[in-house]
């Protein structure tokens, strides 16, 4: 069976997209079969992963408002063995629209408990908020995964998504677990990075990855081509980060 991985931080910018773009491509790549959920109506994941968020007719909005079949919901992107539940701004007024449906918690999760033995992983993209698509990917996912930008104010924030996933795991899914926390744009060359490494190690007990992806200017290219970074610039040292975190998380044995 599958592991369902959301990346989440409700902090903006800090690499959850990009993070969840490359990682289900990387997974993919190593042959693994992977279904990728945006739930965040920008649809950065669905344009990053060549597919038109604006000409996709059954989107996950229409999946979690019951207005297709998760089957109907599911395209394929521009990289082989990878499937996508794409999302677009009408994904923006499912906050409200969900308030009258029962269960609305576990929305997202009833739908995706239809596919998941068809997937190695599942990656969801979360949006930059605590709000209740947030609360689905948390209750649909087997482990969080947390990027964090190496940046002065890294922290800001983090003991409040804590506490979001202790409230989920009392409440809602008492199975959830944390996958890790990941370091993003870290740029060797500053103390800054580095501080803020040591920083985390020191505030969190929580699993960090080895892997650390560089600042790297093709990562910010790639989504304009609408194609992850193993298919833009194999080489560089964005794609090399990601294959090194996609392998770190396949081969984790204790989740
Ligand atoms: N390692 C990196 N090197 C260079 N640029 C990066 C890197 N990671 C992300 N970026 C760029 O930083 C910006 C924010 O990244 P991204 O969209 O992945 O963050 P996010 O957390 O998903 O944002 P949001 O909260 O809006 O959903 C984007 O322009 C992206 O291309
Ligand atoms: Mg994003």
């Given amino acids: 069976m599958g592991r369902i991985i959301a990346i989440a931080n409700q902090k903006g910018g800090v690499g959850k997209t990009t993070t969840a773009i490359n990682v289900a491509a990387c997974i993919a790549e190593a042959e693994k079969k992977v279904l990728a959920i945006d739930l965040d109506p920008q649809g950065n994941m669905t344009s990053g992963l060549g597919v038109d968020k604006n000409e996709v007719e059954n989107t996950v909005y229409e999946l979690m408002l019951d207005e297709c079949s998760i089957k ?6 521009v990289v082989e063995g990878l499937q996508i539940i794409a999302s677009n701004v009408n994904l923006a007024g499912a906050e409200i629209e969900l308030l009258g449906i029962k269960e609305k918690e576990y929305v997202l999760k009833n739908a995706v408990d239809y596919v998941k033995d068809d997937y190695d992983f599942v990656i969801i993209d979360c949006p930059p908020s605590l709000n209740m698509l947030t609360v689905n990917a948390m209750t649909t996912a087997d482990t969080i995964l ?32 944390i996958e890790g926390l990941v370091f993003t744009m870290y740029d060797v060359r500053t103390n800054l990075s580095n501080q803020v490494v ?19 200017i093709r990562l910010a290219e790639a989504p304009s081509y609408g194609i992850p970074i193993n298919m833009y610039d194999s080489k560089s ?19």
């Fill in 72 to 77: 109907d919901s599911i395209y394929e992107t």
């Fill in 146 to 177: 947390v990027p964090i930008q190496c940046e002065y104010y890294a922290l800001e924030g983090l003991s409040q998504l804590m506490h979001t996933i202790t409230l989920v795991q009392d409440r809602l899914n008492p199975d959830l677990a």
């Fill in 198 to 216: 040591e920083n985390v190690k020191e505030n969190l007990d929580t699993k960090i990855y080895e892997t650390k992806i560089p600042r790297n």
């Fill in 237 to 255: 040292a964005g794609a090399e980060s990601y294959r090194k975190l996609a392998k770190e998380i396949v081969e984790r044995k204790d989740i």
